[in-house]
């Protein structure tokens, strides 16, 4: 396995790019994954219109969602220290696969901030 280097940026895949990392050596990850929220009513609430995705989002379909997170989950699971930390921004839509993937996975939940605002800020 080839190490990345430290204090650098890696435009890589996080699943993939985690591989690279050692098991048990990160303090803390946070992370904020693709909501798959796929608004159609508000749209404009949440201002996605094309010009401000970033080139190379992909939207993750709602029927894959789960199967997505555990994915990327085991990876940070593996690379965590065993008193390390992770923070997971998520949408209220897809929560429950995020919660059910910590819990499968064998982390532990300690607590949640939730947030609430408008986005048309």
Known sequence: M????????HNLDCTEGMKHISDNTIDLVITDPP???????KRSNYHRTASRVLE????IPKEK????TVKWMKEVYR?????????????WNNLKD?????????????????C?????R
Not at 65 to 68: S, V, W
Not at 84 to 91: A, D, L, N, Q, T
Not at 105 to 112: A, D, K, P, Q, R
Not at 116 to 120: M, R, W
């Open 2 to 9: 080839k190490n990345l280097q430290v204090n650098k940026i």
């Open 35 to 41: 909501f798959a929220i796929d608004f159609k009513a």
């Open 56 to 59: 190379g989002y992909n939207e």
């Open 65 to 68: 969602y789960y199967d997505f």
């Open 79 to 91: 690379i965590l220290k065993e008193s390390g930390s992770m923070y997971v921004f998520s949408g």
């Open 98 to 114: 995020i919660l059910i993937a910590i819990d499968e996975l064998g982390f532990i939940t300690v607590n949640h901030i939730i």
């Open 116 to 120: 609430k605002y408008q986005f048309g």
